[in-house]
């Protein structure tokens, strides 16, 4: 089970940190991701982690404003968010793979097994 925290609102500019604390699985060698949904969008993909920390991947869109990290030893990862857009207003999910100590990150909906219930982010203009 997965469980994100951290939304909230905040003004273009600002920044937010999400969490994502898991229980119920065996979180240190599964890769993770984040990924949200804006109004009338499809869910699309925002950052993923590997199993170590040791690798990441951030969509273009977000890439050197956001940041994913975990600590396996809390059983959480987190997606920093810096210079918030109103664009990146959206619920945010994160996301653990099935398989373990997995090379690839993936970036696709269908890559990802177990789901968290999704956090509300709204940045303002």
């Known amino acids: 089970q997965l469980q994100a925290s951290g939304g909230g609102l905040v003004q273009a500019g600002g920044c937010l940190r999400l969490s994502c604390a898991a229980s119920g699985l065996t979180f240190s060698s599964r890769n993770l991701g984040w990924f949200r949904q804006g109004p009338g969008k499809e869910r699309e993909f925002v950052a993923a982690?590997?199993?170590?920390?040791?690798?990441?991947y951030a969509a273009n869109s977000v890439k050197g404003r956001f940041t994913i990290s975990r600590r396996n030893a809390e059983n959480t990862v987190y997606l920093q968010m810096n210079s918030l857009k109103p664009e990146d207003t959206a619920v945010y999910y994160c996301?653990?793979?099935?398989?373990?100590?997995?090379?690839?990150?993936?970036?696709?909906?269908?890559?990802?097994?177990?789901w968290g219930q999704g956090t509300l982010v709204t940045v303002s203009s």
């Open positions: 996301a653990a793979v099935m398989g373990a100590y997995t090379y690839y990150l993936g970036t696709t909906t269908s890559e990802y097994h177990y």
């Open positions: 982690i590997n199993w170590s920390g040791g690798s990441t």
